[in-house]
C-alpha cells in the first residue's frame, strides 16, 4: 500500500506545480490531531463571498482535495491542492493540550503561479503563509486564522522587473466535526477581514464549506 500513495502524493505534487494559482481560504481541520502513523484523505467544497464598504459584492467556489499522516506524538502534517485557484498547500498541527478543550497551533503554507495571458500578459507567483490556533471540544470548536499573502509580478510589457504587493486577512472560524466510523464531516464558518499593504480596505471575505475525510484505523488511542 505504500507504494500506490507514494505515486499519488508525487502526482499530486507535480499537478498543483503544473496549474500554479493564489491562496486557500479553508482549513477543513479539528484540533484533533491524527496519531502516529494513522493517515486520512478527503474532498472539500466551500463558496465565499466578498462584500465592500462601497456596497459592491463578488463571490467563487473553492474545491479542495487533501491528505494528512500523523508524523509524531501529537504532531500531524498534511497538503492540500485546491481550485481554482490552483495551488499547493502544506501544513503542521500540533496538539498541545490534550484535554477538553482540546488546543492545536501550527503553521502552512502555500504556493502558486498562473500566466495572465488573456489581460496583461504578466506572470504571477503567490505565496502564503498561514498561522492557526484551533481550540475547543473536538465535535464543536473555533479558531483563529491569519492569512498573509505576497504577489510576486513579472512584468512582460512595457516595463520590466518584478512588482510586490501584500495582503493580510486576518480571520474567525467555527467548525463542528462529526464521526461516522472512520468517516467525519467537517462543515465550517470563516470570516476575514482584508488589510491590503496594511491598510484596512473595508472588505469582509465570508467563506462557508464542508468537507468529507476518510480516516485509517489504528490500534493506538487517539488524542482525546
Request: glycine content about 14%.
Amino acid at each position: 500500500m505504500k507504494g500506490p500513495r507514494q505515486c499519488w502524493a508525487i502526482i499530486a505534487f507535480m499537478i498543483a506545480f503544473l496549474i500554479g494559482g493564489c491562496i486557500s481560504h479553508t482549513t477543513f481541520q479539528s484540533p484533533r490531531v491524527l496519531v502516529r502513523g494513522q493517515h486520512a484523505f478527503g474532498a472539500g467544497v466551500a463558496g465565499w463571498t466578498s462584500r465592500y464598504s462601497s456596497g459592491r459584492r463578488s463571490g467563487l467556489m473553492e474545491v479542495d482535495v487533501f491528505g494528512r499522516v500523523g508524523i509524531a506524538s501529537r504532531v500531524d502534517a498534511g497538503i492540500k491542492l485546491y481550485v481554482p485557484f490552483s495551488g499547493l498547500f502544506g501544513d503542521v498541527k500540533c496538539q498541545i493540550r490534550k484535554s477538553v478543550p482540546l488546543i492545536s497551533v501550527g503553521p502552512g503554507g502555500s504556493y502558486g503561479e498562473f500566466d495572465d495571458v488573456h489581460d496583461s500578459g504578466d506572470d504571477f507567483e503567490y505565496l502564503g503563509l498561514y498561522p492557526v490556533v484551533l481550540f475547543g471540544p473536538n465535535k464543536f470548536f473555533g479558531g483563529l486564522r491569519m492569512v498573509y499573502a505576497e504577489e510576486i509580478r513579472h512584468h512582460s510589457y512595457g516595463s520590466h522587473g518584478t512588482t510586490n504587493e501584500y495582503d493580510y486577512f486576518p480571520g474567525k472560524l467555527l467548525g463542528v466535526c462529526l464521526r461516522e466510523g472512520n468517516v467525519r464531516a467537517l462543515p465550517e464558518v470563516t470570516v476575514y477581514l482584508h488589510s491590503y499593504e496594511g491598510l484596512i480596505e473595508g472588505r469582509v471575505l465570508t467563506v462557508v464549506g464542508v468537507a468529507f475525510q476518510q480516516v485509517s484505523s489504528t490500534k493506538e488511542k487517539e488524542p482525546e
